[in-house]
């Protein structure tokens, strides 16, 4: 007698509720490997996890499972992908499950109320770097694959291929390289990347926009060497002067970026998504004061909040590196000193051609007396898709049965990079199911992950793959 596709589901969903406790205790494993992708003396530790993932998805049934190696003289930092297939669904579609190992730093140390790679379960969440960006969404993957492996006794509904990656979070070069390089390798009908969140609670939310990035430094340089303010203030140039007066020239006090052309390919939201996100329960007085914490909202007069955090390119300052900063005071005029400046583009922007206008725009501004440095670390295309498709119908079906509620389409105000190059390298499709929430602090101090969202998300995953599957 044939199982359908329906009990195998209901099955496979069983064996995740069954199972729900002991596949937190796994996640809280891979948690504690400190995988920070931008520190070369984590390195070890990104391996340790690229592995741990690996090994899973080996126990669990998948196939061909290997590490990618993607350092090479030229990038002798790069961290492996994890690969594994499963293409033993003849006739079926087959998905491309992505997500990533590694981690942002977790400084500010001070900040956090339990240690940053030491899980802990408080209130219902689970508290780590990581939690939520993206290991415990990776992992929702892996153990809705493991749910379907189990209750079809080792036969899948679908054919899958899974990529993680170990430099999501410093740029992604890697991953870009391989798409670039052996594309054929991930040929899919379908991307799913559960590396986003949702618009509310209990509010089943797929994402169908990201904004773009740009990531730079301005190194500005003035004397041949550090400087005795005292001796030379007055007649010596100050590279922290001068980019503060060249950060200043770059945005108005309204938000709006002042360089030339900058604009110039802004595509705005359609008439549909505006009055999708107006219906949508957001309260920018909340929003400012429960999520934000300031005393004001910032930006562009004449759009909303969710406009320009969607739909409009940003300029932002992350650091200053340069001079003096240890305790007590040292009157040095340093010789050099750095800016981390990004900028987020939307559609039609592109980052080869925002970056020109910014560099040459940058330069034209140079103060007396310094030289100008503009470097571009790393940058990601914007991505708008398509919602008329049998896959995001999958989608919103899946999680409409797990929620008991319609899901809403939104953007998302940050970059995943590897969107781009799936829908533009693969011209795969490419579905956002994201289960994080707004005040999950990724990026910040005590980030979270809610459990019952880590839970429900294993069950949408299931759903989505069978109903990809069966269609």
Request: proline letters at 6%.
């Given at each position: 007698?044939?199982?359908?596709?329906?009990?195998?589901?209901?099955?496979?969903?069983?064996?995740?509720?069954?199972?729900?406790?002991?596949?937190?205790?796994?996640?809280?494993?891979?948690?504690?490997?400190?995988?920070?992708?931008?520190?070369?003396?984590?390195?070890?530790?990104?391996?340790?996890?690229?592995?741990?993932?690996?090994?899973?998805?080996?126990?669990?049934?998948?196939?061909?499972?290997?590490?990618?190696?993607?350092?090479?003289?030229?990038?002798?930092?790069?961290?492996?992908?994890?690969?594994?297939?499963?293409?033993?669904?003849?006739?079926?579609?087959?998905?491309?499950?992505?997500?990533?190992?590694?981690?942002?730093?977790?400084?500010?140390?001070?900040?956090?109320?339990?240690?940053?790679?030491?899980?802990?379960?408080?209130?219902?969440?689970?508290?780590?770097?990581?939690?939520?960006?993206?290991?415990?969404?990776?992992?929702?993957?892996?153990?809705?694959?493991?749910?379907?492996?189990?209750?079809?006794?080792?036969?899948?509904?679908?054919?899958?291929?899974?990529?993680?990656?170990?430099?999501?979070?410093?740029?992604?070069?890697?991953?870009?390289?391989?798409?670039?390089?052996?594309?054929?390798?991930?040929?899919?009908?379908?991307?799913?990347?559960?590396?986003?969140?949702?618009?509310?609670?209990?509010?089943?939310?797929?994402?169908?926009?990201?904004?773009?990035?740009?990531?730079?430094?301005?190194?500005?340089?003035?004397?041949?060497?550090?400087?005795?303010?005292?001796?030379?203030?007055?007649?010596?140039?100050?590279?922290?002067?001068?980019?503060?007066?060249?950060?200043?020239?770059?945005?108005?006090?309204?938000?709006?970026?002042?360089?030339?052309?900058?604009?110039?390919?802004?595509?705005?939201?359609?008439?549909?998504?505006?009055?999708?996100?107006?219906?949508?329960?957001?309260?920018?007085?909340?929003?400012?004061?429960?999520?934000?914490?300031?005393?004001?909202?910032?930006?562009?007069?004449?759009?909303?909040?969710?406009?320009?955090?969607?739909?409009?390119?940003?300029?932002?300052?992350?650091?200053?590196?340069?001079?003096?900063?240890?305790?007590?005071?040292?009157?040095?005029?340093?010789?050099?000193?750095?800016?981390?400046?990004?900028?987020?583009?939307?559609?039609?922007?592109?980052?080869?051609?925002s970056f020109a206008q910014y560099k040459s725009f940058v330069e034209s501004i140079c103060p007396k007396?310094?030289?100008?440095?503009?470097?571009?670390?790393?940058?990601?295309?914007?991505?708008?898709?398509?919602?008329?498709?049998?896959?995001?119908?999958?989608?919103?079906?899946?999680?409409?049965?797990?929620?008991?509620?319609?899901?809403?389409?939104?953007?998302?105000?940050?970059?995943?990079?590897?969107?781009?190059?799936?829908?533009?390298?693969?011209?795969?499709?490419?579905?956002?199911?994201?289960?994080?929430?707004?005040?999950?602090?990724?990026?910040?101090?005590?980030?979270?992950?809610?459990?019952?969202?880590?839970?429900?998300?294993?069950?949408?995953?299931?759903?989505?793959?069978?109903?990809?599957?069966?269609?």
């Open positions: 007698m044939s199982v359908t596709v329906t009990e195998t589901t209901a099955a496979a969903v069983e064996f995740a509720k069954t199972n729900g406790k002991q596949f937190v205790e796994e996640l809280k494993e891979l948690l504690r490997i400190p995988s920070v992708s931008t520190a070369p003396e984590h390195r070890d530790d990104v391996r340790r996890a690229a592995q741990f993932c690996a090994d899973e998805l080996t126990r669990i049934g998948m196939e061909h499972v290997e590490l990618i190696e993607t350092a090479t003289v030229d990038r002798p930092g790069g961290h492996a992908l994890v690969y594994a297939e499963y293409l033993q669904a003849t006739g079926k579609p087959t998905v491309l499950c992505y997500g990533h190992y590694d981690v942002q730093p977790a400084e500010p140390l001070d900040e956090w109320k339990s240690p940053p790679f030491e899980p802990t379960e408080r209130d219902g969440n689970i508290y780590a770097r990581g939690a939520v960006d993206d290991k415990g969404q990776m992992w929702m993957h892996v153990k809705a694959i493991e749910a379907l492996m189990v209750a079809g006794h080792g036969v899948l509904p679908v054919n899958l291929r899974v990529i993680l990656e170990g430099e999501e979070e410093v740029g992604g070069e890697g991953i870009a390289k391989f798409v670039r390089e052996h594309g054929a390798r991930l040929k899919a009908d379908v991307a799913l990347v559960s590396d986003t969140e949702m618009f509310a609670p209990d509010l089943p939310t797929l994402c169908v926009g990201l904004r773009g990035m740009i990531y730079t430094e301005i190194e500005a340089r003035g004397a041949r060497t550090d400087l005795h303010s005292g001796m030379y203030g007055g007649a010596a140039p100050n590279p922290f002067v001068a980019l503060a007066q060249v950060i200043a020239k770059l945005k108005d006090e309204d938000g709006k970026i002042l360089i030339p052309g900058f604009y110039d390919k802004v595509a705005a939201p359609t008439v549909a998504e505006l009055q999708a996100w107006k219906a949508l329960p957001f309260d920018e007085e909340e929003y400012r004061e429960a999520e934000i914490g300031s005393s004001a909202l910032t930006g562009e007069p004449g759009f909303s909040a969710l406009e320009r955090t969607w739909a409009r390119p940003t300029l932002d300052v992350h650091g200053m590196p340069g001079g003096f900063v240890g305790s007590g005071a040292k009157t040095v005029i340093p010789a050099k000193a750095v800016a981390k400046v990004s900028l987020r583009l939307v559609p039609d922007m592109t980052p080869a051609e007396g310094i030289q100008l440095e503009v470097r571009l670390i790393h940058s990601g295309d914007p991505i708008v898709v398509s919602t008329d498709n049998e896959y995001v119908r999958a989608a919103t079906e899946s999680m409409r049965e797990v929620f008991g509620k319609e899901t809403v389409f939104v953007r998302g105000g940050g970059s995943i990079p590897i969107v781009g190059d799936f829908v533009r390298e693969l011209k795969t499709p490419t579905v956002m199911m994201g289960f994080g929430l707004p005040d999950d602090n990724l990026h910040a101090p005590n980030e979270k992950f809610h459990l019952a969202n880590f839970h429900r998300g294993i069950e949408s995953i299931i759903r989505f793959l069978a109903k990809v599957g069966a269609a």
